[in-house]
């Protein structure tokens, strides 16, 4: 069984950043593809960014490029998601996630794609 355990979120001033980790125990990081989501109350849970196992291959959401990066460090079985510049908008509880595949998949973008969930981290933006 795999457990994902995000961590890192906080309030933060609009322009601020965050480093949020993802600590993955029970399996090897190295054969998931991650990705990571957020949801904002009343609102459906979105993709914000993804990685392949490799780190070769990753996607941004349209909303993020630019600001947010995605990165993973499997030797430590922990993936990262870098959040830059951040605005009101961004305020959210982030999940990453894991989806096992080949080493070549890409990462997926489908939220049903992924098998496993961590409980999330509150993320706020404030002005």
């Known amino acids: 069984q795999v457990r994902l355990v995000e961590s890192g979120g906080g309030l933060v001033q609009a322009g601020g950043s965050l480093r949020l980790s993802c600590a993955v125990s029970?399996?090897?990081?190295?054969?998931?593809?991650i990705g990571w989501f957020r949801q904002a109350p009343g609102k459906e849970r979105e993709l914000v960014a993804t990685i392949s196992r490799n780190a070769r291959m990753t996607y941004y959401a349209d909303g993020v490029k630019g600001r947010f990066t995605v990165s993973r460090a499997n030797a430590e079985n922990t993936a990262y998601l870098q959040l830059s510049s951040l605005q009101v908008e961004d305020t959210a509880t982030y999940y990453c996630?894991?989806?096992?595949?080949?080493?070549?998949?890409?990462?997926?973008?489908?939220?049903?794609?992924?098998?496993?969930w961590g409980p999330g981290t509150q993320v706020t933006v404030s002005p």
């Open positions: 029970g399996r090897s990081l190295n054969q998931y593809n």
């Open positions: 996630a894991a989806h096992r595949t080949i080493l070549t998949a890409p990462p997926s973008t489908s939220v049903s794609d992924y098998d496993y």
